[in-house]
């Protein structure tokens, strides 16, 4: 799509980019260059005149000389893929440009000038997502990060703010509801078309401009800030989808009430829009005062949608809320500084979503994501810094370590901030970084140091931690003399591609010593490994303590330890902080899978690694002290991806063997105590209360176990849940133990829920997912055959990554043995590049993890990733992350 176009000159002679073949290597973008744009715009306005197949857009660009910057001869505007129509400086037709690859470069002489632009773009054929396009008959915007630019020619970048006002014009019938940012200040009719006018009073920077033209409807409601200002709120959808939106109007509620009383932070405009797009690129988008979400992120009725996604409504409508003061009151200098923004804002929406339910169990979540995913990321091919240095596309960079190891990075600041302080320390480093910064396009340095100025930490050496990749590793040894117990500490932080050798970073270990007798510990202490090796020395112990290390995972590493298997178990019971409880009885189950899989225990020593799990869990069954949120995650097995994480080279298949051997072991020998928990969690009526997701949590684990010890009784089980569900929970849970087994169950509740929800699309995605991630043999077929089933498409990304992205994580369908499921990922990316190159490049990691598997396997996936890379025309984003997956 983005290749290989004609740009053309007003009067429509061909210029300059037939001269130059479409590169094949496109740049390398450093953070080190960053210069200021000569200009500055202090105001855009826009005209649309809408049409699904045609919209005109009528860019009127007041700008003056930046003399901050380099002056400049020209003004360079960013395009992509766009036609330009007409140019006019200071009303007159302006001759004085050349286009630039697809940018517009204008001669200006004066101070100031007045540029109007026309351009003409087809959102029906836009199948990028990026830039104006046509979803379900209505349009709508995506501009982050540089889909600007695709509407029309623009200094697209985030340092360039601009007071927006927009007026758009386009038939009544076919798009009775007209938005744009801001408030609506004018509206009219002519004849079959209307118009409205916007004026969003905040300097924005172009990505955080929107726009939706369609047939929707509201949920609409208020809130008063905190000094009085009266918001309203609307959450858009099409007509049939209203009744799914009390959620996410809770939860907005929720969140600007939250924002307020934890971080200061009030909504600053009269009106506060979101609207849900059933086709798009990412989760949602911030944009000033009309957010667009997936509908994934808007809608859920318990009828629909499962606990998880209802908490995950919460947590994105909390994200996309708190952006307007990370991110768009303060916004980046550059797209090196994504971090700041995205950090801060997923630490902010775990706090809130800590807050708003379980706070163990969102953090023993949020833990699971970060190594799951950004884990094998840092290392891998593709690590790189939460504030990288180079990129070919921006694109590929919302990135879980820019993400949620950036929130992990702030996480410690606020640790060291508040640990042991009775104030919110913490507090006052944000209040220091909003007060200096509002209005600005800022950097991570400005956020570092404004919360070194807040607090009165010293962080000069935690800025490693912006520029240093890879996920340090720290080694433990215990010792015990007299009454002394020590620690002797050790950091190594891995090299990654382009950085082979790192420096210490400042590691803050939250840690408790506990006594063996008494089962107690006398407070926390905090240790912060600042060097490459350190000893930590604590009296008053005459035998040696149990150490609980990393409790509430204060740092983002991984612990080498040898601890006796008898010291995980009285953590695994007894540890008082929840995430180091539930990281011990991990640990017991990782190192049974290690030593399994290595071979390096006989059939003792097997049996005797099996029954200490099961005492373990069992006691976890027994526990009343708990509640089910939190003993299902002291249940749950360590996913297959962080257990292959643990070697230099995996065996999927050996490790999914043992796996499932484990999780039988367990279903057997722990199966009347599991049926027990089970029948009393049947009991409890549907609700949202805590206790209820918990019984629910409980229920779908159990069928798991049972499924992997007596496949039998789990599908009678499972069909029962099945058919006697009275929420998406417990329904998709059943269905998930069904899928996964060999029956005659199976086959009818596929069939059942395929037909009972085929009007709802992101019900037929969880089915589609369902068979994709399945532990069943013919998986791999199943995909297969779901390619080609008539609700599959290409265009829809909810539909494609729910297909195969459960399919690229399910470890025995995807690491088959002939490398088949390799080329399905690989024949998926060529086939979808062309139409979505962003969706299409998320796929190339799964393949990049090569060199972390296996010989054999390892070639496969190499020889399929360079059958990508020699292909002919492909886009930037898939370019660079094959490229850089090859190495
Ligand atoms: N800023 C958005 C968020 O995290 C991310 C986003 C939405 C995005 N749509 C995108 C990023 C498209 C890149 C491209 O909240
Ligand atoms: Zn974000």
Redesign the pocket.
């Known amino acids: 799509m983005d290749i290989a176009r004609t740009p053309t000159t007003p009067d429509g002679n061909p210029h300059l980019a037939d001269a130059a073949p479409e590169p094949q290597q496109p740049p390398e973008i450093l953070r080190e260059d960053y210069t200021p744009f000569p200009w500055l715009v202090p105001t855009t306005h826009l005209e649309f005149e809408l049409g699904v197949d045609t919209t005109r857009v009528i860019a009127t660009l007041e700008v003056q000389r930046n003399s901050a910057a380099e002056p400049s001869r020209t003004i360079r505007l960013n395009g992509d893929g766009l036609e330009l129509v007409e140019l006019h400086c200071d009303d007159e037709d302006c001759l004085a440009h050349t286009l630039d690859g697809d940018d517009l470069i204008v001669t200006l002489e004066g101070e100031r000038h007045t540029l109007r632009i026309v351009t003409e773009l087809n959102p029906s054929d836009n199948s990028q997502l990026?830039g104006l396009y046509a979803s379900n008959g209505m349009l709508c915007t995506?501009c982050?990060?540089e889909?600007f630019r695709r509407i029309t020619f623009f200094p697209d970048r985030p340092d360039v703010l601009s007071t927006y006002t927009v007026r758009m014009k386009g038939p009544k019938a076919q798009f009775p509801i007209l938005l744009s940012n801001g408030n609506k200040t004018d509206s009219g009719e002519e004849g079959e078309s209307h118009w409205a006018e916007w004026h969003d009073p905040w300097p924005k920077p172009s990505y955080l401009f929107a726009l939706v033209a369609g047939d929707l409807v509201a949920r609409s409601d208020r809130f008063i800030t905190m000094s009085g200002r009266d918001v309203e709120l609307n959450v858009w959808v099409r007509e049939g989808d209203l009744p799914r939106t009390e959620h996410a109007m809770e939860s907005l509620k929720r969140s600007m009430k939250w924002d307020e009383e934890t971080f200061g932070r009030e909504y600053d405009l009269d009106l506060f829009n979101i609207v849900a797009v059933s086709d798009?690129?990412?989760?949602?988008?911030?944009n000033k005062g009309l957010n667009v979400f997936n509908t994934k992120y808007v809608l859920a009725d318990p009828e629909t949608a499962t606990d998880g996604d209802f908490d995950a409504v919460e947590g994105?409508i909390g994200?996309?809320y708190f952006?307007n003061w990370s991110?768009n009151r303060i916004t980046c200098r550059d797209w090196f500084q994504l971090s700041l923004?995205?950090g801060f804002?997923v630490l902010r929406d775990q706090l809130f979503s800590q807050d708003m339910g379980s706070a163990p169990v969102k953090r023993i979540e949020d833990v699971r994501i970060l190594r799951g995913v950004q884990f094998p990321e840092d290392s891998g091919p593709l690590a790189h810094p939460i504030r990288p240095d180079s990129y070919r596309e921006?694109?590929n960079f919302?990135t879980s370590t820019v993400?949620n190891k950036g929130a992990e990075v702030i996480r410690m600041m606020r640790t060291l901030a508040n640990f042991g302080a009775d104030e919110d320390a913490f507090r006052q480093g944000t209040d220091t970084y909003f007060d200096t910064h509002d209005g600005e396009a800022a950097t991570c340095e400005d956020f570092v140091s404004s919360i070194e100025r807040g607090t009165g930490l010293d962080l000069k050496q935690f800025r490693l931690w912006y520029s240093q990749a890879g996920t340090p590793r720290v080694e433990i040894a215990q010792s015990h003399e007299g009454n002394v117990a020590a620690l002797r500490l050790k950091q190594h932080v891995p090299a990654t591609p382009g950085q082979p050798d790192k420096n210490p970073m400042p590691i803050p270990l939250r840690i408790a010593l506990f006594d063996r007798e008494t089962g107690r510990h006398w407070g926390e202490h905090l240790v912060v490994l600042d060097t490459a090796e350190k000893e930590v020395r604590f009296e008053g112990f005459s035998q040696s303590p149990v150490l609980s290390i990393n409790r509430g995972f204060s740092a983002p590493v991984t612990i080498k330890r040898d601890i006796a298997r008898e010291d995980l178990l009285f953590l695994a019971a007894k540890d008082d902080d929840p995430f180091a409880r539930y990281e011990a009885m991990q640990d017991l189950m990782v190192d049974h899978h290690v030593a399994a899989v290595s071979g390096n225990l006989d059939d003792d020593g097997i049996e005797a690694g099996r029954a200490d799990i099961c005492a373990a869990l069992s006691a976890v069954i027994a526990d009343d002290t708990l509640d089910d949120l939190m003993r299902g995650e002291l249940l749950s097995m360590p996913n297959q991806t962080y257990v292959m994480e643990q070697f230099d080279k995996a065996d999927p298949e050996r490790i999914h063997e043992a796996r499932e051997a484990l999780k039988a072991a367990i279903g057997t020998r722990l199966s009347s105590e599991l049926h027990q928990a089970y029948a009393r969690a049947e009991k409890l009526p549907f609700s949202h209360s805590a206790e209820a997701k918990g019984a629910r949590k409980l229920k779908t684990l159990i069928l798991g176990y049972a499924a992997a010890g007596d496949p039998d009784k789990a599908a009678e089980l499972a069909a029962h849940q099945y058919e006697h569900a009275d929420n998406m929970t417990d329904r998709q849970g059943a269905l998930m133990t069904l899928a996964g087994l060999d029956t005659v169950e199976r086959t009818n509740a596929l069939l059942d829920f395929y037909n009972r929800y085929q009007d709802n699309a992101l019900v037929i995605d969880k089915w589609f997912a369902l068979q994709a991630s399945s532990p069943h043999p013919n998986a791999i077929e199943h995909v297969k055959a779901l390619a080609e089933h008539p609700d599959f498409t290409l265009k829809n990304p909810n539909r494609v990554r729910s297909l195969y992205m459960p399919f690229a994580a399910n470890p025995p369908a995807f690491h088959s043995a002939d490398g088949e499921g390799y080329r399905m990922i690989s024949d998926l990316i060529l086939e979808l590049d062309p139409l979505n190159p962003?969706t299409a490049a998320r796929f190339v990691p799964p393949l990049g993890r090569w060199r972390r598997i296996e010989p054999g396997r390892a070639a496969l996936m190499r020889a399929e990733l360079q059958r990508i890379a020699d292909a002919s025309k492909l886009s930037r984003d898939t370019y660079e992350q094959v490229t850089r997956s090859l190495g």
């Not at 798009?280 to 911030?286: R, S």
């Open positions: 990026m995506q982050e990060a889909g798009f690129n990412m989760g949602a988008m911030e994105v994200h996309e952006h991110g923004k995205e804002t921006i694109s919302y993400y962003q």
